[in-house]
C-alpha cells in the first residue's frame, strides 16, 4: 500500500544558526498514528513546517499519497489537514463567519460536518475568536482540520496547554480519525500520555536527526529497560542496546530481550516516559 506521507532524506540548513536538520527519512502509513519524540530544539517542528511546504528543503523529497511534491504544489493540500499549537485564525471572526469562508478555501470541506463538531466540543457560534480559551480554540482549530475530509492529519503539539478533560476529547476524535480507513496521523507532543495513548510508531529525534524508529508495540513487547554497573553493562552486546545513559556511577539503557540478555535482572517498560529518559538524554552509542 502508498504510505500517505514519505520523507526521503530531509535536511534543512539555516545561515544563521548552526542547527540544521540532517537526512531524516520515514513514512506514515494508513492507519498509523506516527510519532516525532524529542526534546526542545531536536527539530521536531521544524520538520513539520518542512513538510507541510513552510520552510524550504536544502536537500531531500517529499512524497504526499505516493505523488512528489514540490513548492508549487497545492492540490494535495486538499487531502491534509495541520493543526499547530497556535491558532491562526483572524481573531474577529466568529465560528458562523469561518464556517462560510471555509467552504470557499477548502474543496472538500464539510459545513454541516464542521457545525456538529461545533456542537459536540461546545463551542459558541457567535463569538469572536479572540475571547476563546487556549482549550476552545484548539477545539475549533481540530473541528476545521476534521472537517474537510482530508486523508492525512498533522499535530503539532496540539495538546499543549489543555486541561484533561479537553486533552481527553482531542485523543478521542484523533483515534476516530483513525479509525477510518486510509486515513493517519503525523504528531509531535512533549505530553507523554498523548504518546502512551495515541502512538502506533515512535520517532525520535535527536540534534535535527533520527536516532531510531520503531513500532510502539515492538518496543513495548521486544525491549525492556536495564539498570547495572559499567562492569556488567560491557558483557552486553552493542547489537542489544538501544540506547544507554550513565546516571550516578549507574548504566541506565533499553536492551533488547534475547536469550543474551535474559541472564540480566531486566524490567519491563511500562510507559514511554522510561524511553525517553534513555533515548533523548543519552549518549550516541
Do not use: W
Not at 67 to 90: A, C, L
Request: charged share 30%; aromatic share 10%.
Amino acid at each position: 500500500m502508498t504510505p500517505l506521507l514519505s520523507v526521503h532524506h530531509l535536511t534543512k540548513q539555516f545561515s544563521n544558526s548552526r542547527f540544521s536538520i540532517n537526512d531524516v527519512s520515514f513514512e506514515v502509513d494508513s492507519g498509523e498514528i506516527v510519532a516525532l519524540i524529542g526534546k526542545n530544539g531536536s527539530g521536531k517542528s521544524t520538520l513539520i513546517r518542512m513538510i507541510v511546504g513552510d520552510y524550504p528543503l536544502t536537500s531531500g523529497e517529499i512524497y504526499f499519497f505516493g505523488q512528489r511534491v514540490s513548492p508549487e504544489d497545492t492540490d494535495y493540500k486538499n487531502d491534509m489537514s495541520v493543526v499547530f499549537d497556535s491558532m491562526n485564525f483572524t481573531k474577529n471572526m466568529t465560528v458562523d463567519k469561518l464556517n462560510r469562508m471555509f467552504q470557499k478555501v477548502f474543496r472538500h470541506f464539510d459545513s454541516t460536518l464542521f457545525n456538529d463538531y461545533i456542537q459536540r466540543f461546545e463551542l459558541p457560534e457567535k463569538q469572536a475568536v479572540k475571547f476563546f480559551s487556549r482549550g476552545m480554540s484548539m477545539k475549533l482549530s481540530m473541528a476545521v482540520a476534521l472537517s474537510h475530509k482530508s486523508r492525512l492529519l498533522i499535530l503539532d503539539e496540539a495538546t499543549a496547554g489543555l486541561d484533561a478533560a479537553s486533552r481527553d476529547e482531542i485523543q478521542d476524535e484523533i483515534e476516530k480519525f483513525v479509525h477510518d480507513n486510509n486515513r493517519g496521523v503525523l504528531m509531535t507532543s512533549h505530553i507523554a500520555e498523548d504518546i502512551d495513548r495515541l502512538a502506533t510508531k515512535l520517532v525520535f529525534l535527536r540534534h535535527g536527526q533520527v536516532y531510531t524508529q520503531i513500532d510502539k508495540a515492538a518496543l513495548f513487547n521486544n525491549y525492556a529497560r536495564l539498570t547495572c554497573d559499567e562492569t556488567e553493562f560491557e558483557k552486553l552486546e552493542d547489537e542489544d542496546v538501544l540506547a544507554k545513559k550513565h546516571h550516578l556511577g549507574e548504566v541506565q539503557a533499553i536492551v533488547l530481550k534475547n536469550e543474551r540478555t535474559l541472564s540480566f535482572d531486566l524490567e519491563p517498560i511500562e510507559y514511554i516516559d522510561q524511553v525517553n529518559k534513555i533515548i533523548l538524554r543519552g549518549e550516541d552509542i
